[in-house]
């Protein structure tokens, strides 16, 4: 009886036509249902478009910030700047030289350059008043004669004249002891963000981002690099730069790789493999050539220091027997 009523059911035209609506009526729910809510792909960019604001808020916080420094930098050096156009002192002591220096020592800007010229001029000046009151006021030196008083005051203003560059080749040394240490390690990192699918610019991001607990100044130069692709006409002249900068060779010939993988076109992940492996083994010599150097520095220390003190536990017990007979 209930398959007779089942049947009859299902053979009433008014329930088909009523289960069929129904079954139209679910369908056409759950394929407007997706439009119906929230986009993700709008959603996405939406949460990629704050974070960019964010970001450029925070930069330009930051551009503020460092602005405010410059201009206080720029009143602290407003009196050097001045002496320094008014006497002409960059054509008479600078070139094109010099700026490649100062930036390669980490320095720049005009204000480097305005103290660096200030200072080779006021130094030379500065020491020779200093020998001229020791020698001639305070009585310093009685006995030597006058020409050799003047003699030891222009030496003594010639050192004052270089005094600067010496200090600039100091700092020079220094940055690139710290750029050549951490290059190879980056230069690994390099190579896995760029096999790993990243562009040059995002893996030199990252990398910046990454190295500057061992070298700052490789992760600045990184950086300044990252900055100048993303605006410079041209991405050789990034590249160029960033060699300029350094003056290191290992840095150079990875520029000139990169320049080379744009301009032809060949992989970059193999280029900077084979020189991945060529800065490991340089630094590896580098150890190992200080290592083979130890023996000599240690020569005369041990003579002056053990030596004397083996002799004296080796003899000493036989002097004192000797003395007790």
Not at 114 to 121: A, D, Q
Not at 124 to 142: D, E, K, S
Not at 254 to 277: D, F, H, K, S, W
Not at 310 to 323: K, R, S
Request: glycine share 6%; hydrophobic share 50%; aromatic share 8%.
């Amino acid at each position: 009886m209930i398959s007779d009523i089942v049947a009859g059911t299902l053979g009433d035209p008014s329930f088909l036509i009523a289960l069929l609506v129904a079954i139209a009526m679910f369908a056409t729910v759950f394929t407007l249902l997706p439009s119906l809510g929230p986009d993700p792909m709008k959603e996405r960019m939406k949460s990629v478009a704050l974070e960019r604001d964010a970001m450029m808020a925070k930069r330009r916080a930051q551009l503020s910030a460092e602005g405010q420094r410059g201009r206080l930098r720029e009143n602290d050096a407003k009196g050097m700047r001045q002496i320094v156009e008014k006497l002409d002192l960059r054509k008479l002591l600078a070139d094109e030289s010099t700026l490649i220096k100062l930036r390669q020592a980490g320095l720049r800007g005009e204000n480097p350059m305005t103290r660096f010229l200030f200072f080779r001029f006021a130094l030379p000046i500065g020491v020779l008043i200093l020998t001229a009151v020791l020698f001639f006021v305070v009585g310093m030196y009685p006995t030597a004669s006058f020409q050799r008083k003047l003699i030891i005051m222009f030496v003594a203003a010639y050192f004052g004249f270089y005094l600067p560059v010496l200090y600039i080749s100091n700092l020079t040394s220094k940055r690139q002891a710290s750029l050549r240490r951490g290059w190879p390690d980056a230069l690994d990192l390099l190579l896995i963000c760029v096999e790993s699918g990243m562009s040059v610019e995002a893996g030199l991001r990252r990398v910046a981002q990454e190295i500057h607990m061992q070298s700052v100044d490789l992760a600045e130069e990184l950086a300044l690099t990252t900055a100048e692709l993303s605006y410079l006409p041209e991405r050789r002249q990034a590249y160029e730069n960033l060699s300029d900068r350094t003056g290191l060779d290992a840095i150079k010939n990875v520029m000139q790789a990169l320049i080379q993988a744009e301009r032809y076109g060949t992989p970059v992940a193999t280029a900077l493999r084979t020189l991945a492996n060529e800065s490991r083994e340089m630094r590896m010599m580098e150890a190992e050539k200080k290592a083979a150097a130890l023996p000599p520095k240690l020569t005369v220390p041990m003579i002056l220091f053990f030596l004397p003190v083996l002799f004296a536990v080796i003899i000493g017990p036989a002097i004192l027997q000797v003395m007790q007979l």
